[in-house]
């Protein structure tokens, strides 16, 4: 299939301005009243780490993947919105000094740069929260059985056997204690599918849950979005080896300055490219089924691996 | 009501072992299987964090608030679990040097103390992870519908407007943020509903939930929880000015020294006294429909105020 890029990208912001407008509702001014309830700071914080920024990539492919069943409107857009509640929050923990140690994030000072490290700690256990919630509540949708879907599928992908576990096995793969720093290549793949795969894939998933989509389409997005996770994470790699500083936003190198192993050094740049562009195919294949309705997810997939920051 | 506190004691202590024994079973051998996927550090240190000690008393109050409507097995077991996970997590957090910086905790070290900074952080968020995971799984209860609300209740309780929104006041009102050190009365009462009663409240009021207790029911378990978790903040402030640090197995007179003002300080100690003894009263009132099937949890108000650790 063909990638129509620039009328892809124009969705891929509308989209992002839906989004940030529910974010901006769940961290808006009725919560921002200023009572001693609702500590202004740390609302503050929460708003610095949500809001204004990102492709909302991940929301956007909970809307798609709604779509493909005939499904848009609030729900996509308030799960969507929850799952990237949870994509902020692990930025904020991840950048603190504890962890990954990076001052910018998006060109901006990060959470705990721009308040102090306790706010940080605190705001991001309060977005983590805040996802659970939205996810949780009615207006999500009117079954409660398919909000419970939503709420313990995203549970899953955040805990211990997605994006903390991962992150614990990537400071783990930087040497820290005492291991080698170097992964074997299975081991590498393990790791990017908790850690970035994980809520990518729930995405994806969410869209057909949103929708009431029966097992055998929820594993075909599931089968999408693990393979655009994996080729997310490669470009990822890719970008972080030839990007600059300024293009990312974000300090760049740090990967290869850990000595962790990543799976453009185990493949090569060309072997990388070669890896992404079979991960694309997978992907489209995995939506096979649904035909020319799955234009826009095979467009997002291409985006992914295409994108330079 | 007369209190028979040494046949209270048992009934707690046990329950302590029943919520033990749950917490294992979501922390254990199963999932310690040591492949990369479940990174054995973090495991660790969530079960440092969750096991092997604490009195239990927020399942203990989920239990005995089911107990009322006849309801007893899994469902409260696992919820007030879903709760304890989230009281570990906050633990975890607090203790953390950017925030309370505390090395001691139950008489052993802290999580960050035990193992790293790094680990902490991600351990309490996975334990919280957890505890959404838990409450939203189907073992928890059969109907989505009370699973929702018991997910819902606990983000609330967790949250902005909970838990993470209390320790941030609690930080600002060590003068951290530029804010003066003293807080009124009113404020200070604001604070601890948030810090430490949003959680007690929501303990007794799942139990309900868990029995599909109608909204009067509901309200009940609301206003005694609420009365407990405020007999409960006044007792540990005056145990904090009292105990040594031996009794209580970690630091003492930390809120004195960081110049926050307790209700303690507001009221005297024999005003304080004063204010236990008319809470615990107005928690047995919020209970006097139930007549003496709510003797329990009359022990529980009254156990909370005469504790010593």
Known sequence: MSTDTSSFVDQLLRHAEAVEGCLEGLLGPDVQSGEIGRPPRLIAAMRHGALGGGKRLRPFLTAAAARLFGIA?????????AIEL???????????????????????????????????????????????????????????AIRGELTLGLARAAGLGGMVGGQMLDLAAEGRYGETGVLAQDDIRTLQAMKTGALLTFAAEAGAIVAGADATDRARLVAYGKALGAAFQIADDMLDR????????????????AGKGTL???????????????LVSEAEAALAPFGAKAQTLCDAAHFTVARRN
Do not use: N, W
């Open 73 to 81: 409107g609030e729900a996509p857009l308030r799960a969507g919105a």
């Open 86 to 144: 949870v994509h902020c929050y692990s930025l904020v923990h991840d950048d603190l000094p504890a962890m990954d140690d990076d001052d910018l994030r998006r060109g901006r000072p990060t959470v705990h740069k721009a308040f102090d490290e306790a706010t940080a700690i605190l705001a991001g256990d309060a977005l983590l929260t805040l996802a659970f919630e939205v996810m949780a509540a009615p207006q999500t949708h009117p079954d409660p």
């Open 242 to 257: 030839e990007a600059d500083a300024q293009a990312m936003g974000k300090a760049v190198g740090k990967d290869a300055a």
């Open 264 to 278: 453009v050094d185990a493949l090569g740049i060309d072997g990388a490219r070669r890896e992404c562009a079979r």
